[in-house]
C-alpha cells in the first residue's frame, strides 16, 4: 500500500481543494481553514500569504487556495480580477500554470463561454499530466479526473479511475473524492442506480476521515442521489446524518441547504407537519442566495 502522509501538507490539500467544499491547509508554518464563511477565509489566506515572499511555492500555493475561494464561495467578479493577470503569463511558475488554467476553465464555464473553456481545460489536463509524467501523487491524479470529468470524457475518466484502483492507495480521503467523481459522471450521464452507488461508496470513504464537514457533503450527496432516484424514504436517513454532521461541524451555510433538502423530501413523501418544521428553521441569512428560491417554493407547497 503506497502510504499518503496524514495531515496532508498544503501542497496536497491545495490539489484537492477543487474536489472538495473546504480549505483546509497543514503545514509546520502554514494553516488556513475556510469552512463556509467567505470573509473569515479569505482574510486568512490574504494574511499568511503577505507574510511570504511574493513568487515562492508558499506564496503561490497559498494565491491557488485563494482563486479556489473565490469560486467555491460564487464570488465570480471577484475571481476574474484576481485570476486575470495570472492567465496565459508566462511568469507563473510551471507546476501552477495547469490549477490556473482550470481555475479559468470552470470561470469560463460558469459563464457560458464553452468553447473557450474547453480550450483552457485542455491546457490543464496537458500540463497536469506533465507533472504526472515527471512525479505522480494522489492528489495530482485527482486532478486529472476532475478534469476529465469537466470536459465530459467519461469514458476516459472511468478508464483513468481503475488505473488509479490499481494502486491501491491507502488514503480515505482520495478514494471519497474518486467516487465522488465517479458519482458526477453517473448523474451526467443520467446513471441514478450507479449515482446511488457510487454516492454510497464515498459515503463509506467519507466515514474514515475526521472532517465532520466532509462527513456532511459526502451523506448529503447521498441522500440527494437517493431522492433522485424516487427513493425518498431511503434519501431521509442520510440527510438527517448530514444535518448532524453539518451542526458538528458549525457549517451554517451547508446546514441549511441540508434542511432545505429535507423539507423537500417531506413534502414528496406527504409529512406536511416535518416539512413545515423545516420550513420554520431554516436560516435565511445563511442560506445561499441560488437556494432562496428553493425555499420559497419549499414554503408555497406546504401552504397548499
Not at 495570472?86 to 460558469?110: C, F, M, S, T
Not at 454516492?199 to 456532511?216: C, I, N
Request: include cysteine; hydrophobic fraction near 40%.
Amino acid at each position: 500500500m503506497t502510504k499518503i502522509p496524514t495531515p496532508l501538507p498544503i501542497s496536497a490539500m491545495v490539489l484537492l481543494f477543487s474536489l472538495s467544499y473546504s480549505t483546509p491547509c497543514h503545514s509546520d508554518t502554514l494553516s488556513v481553514s475556510c469552512g463556509e464563511q467567505p470573509v473569515s477565509c479569505l482574510q486568512s489566506i490574504n494574511e499568511q500569504q503577505q507574510r511570504l515572499a511574493s513568487g515562492t511555492d508558499g506564496w503561490w500555493e497559498l494565491e491557488i487556495a485563494k482563486l479556489n475561494s473565490l469560486f467555491k464561495f460564487q464570488k465570480i467578479d471577484d475571481l476574474y480580477v484576481a485570476l486575470r493577470p495570472w492567465i496565459n503569463n508566462p511568469d507563473v511558475p510551471p507546476q501552477y500554470q495547469p490549477h490556473i488554467a482550470l481555475i479559468y476553465g470552470k470561470w469560463l464555464q460558469r459563464r457560458q463561454r464553452l468553447d473557450e473553456a474547453n480550450v483552457a481545460l485542455e491546457q490543464a489536463l496537458e500540463g497536469f499530466k506533465a507533472l504526472e509524467d515527471k512525479n505522480a501523487a494522489a492528489q495530482l491524479e485527482l486532478k486529472i479526473l476532475n478534469t476529465l470529468v469537466l470536459l465530459n470524457r467519461f469514458e476516459q475518466a472511468k478508464a483513468y479511475v481503475e488505473q488509479l484502483k490499481q494502486k491501491a492507495y491507502d488514503s480515505p480521503l482520495f478514494y471519497r473524492e474518486v467516487y465522488a467523481e465517479l458519482a458526477h459522471i453517473a448523474h451526467k450521464n443520467d446513471a441514478r442506480q450507479a449515482h446511488v452507488e457510487y454516492r454510497r461508496e464515498s459515503v463509506r470513504w467519507a466515514k474514515q476521515v475526521p472532517d465532520e464537514q466532509q462527513k456532511a457533503i459526502a451523506y448529503n450527496n447521498y441522500g440527494v442521489a437517493l431522492r433522485l432516484n424516487g427513493d425518498y424514504k431511503q434519501a431521509e436517513q442520510p440527510l438527517l446524518k448530514a444535518a448532524e454532521h453539518a451542526e458538528q461541524a458549525h457549517d451554517l451555510h451547508q446546514l441549511q441547504k441540508i434542511r432545505l433538502r429535507l423539507g423537500e423530501v417531506y413534502v414528496l413523501l406527504d409529512e406536511p407537519q416535518k416539512a413545515q418544521h423545516y420550513v420554520d428553521v431554516i436560516d435565511l441569512q445563511h442560506l445561499n442566495k441560488s437556494q432562496v428560491a428553493h425555499y420559497r417554493q419549499l414554503a408555497r407547497s406546504v401552504k397548499m
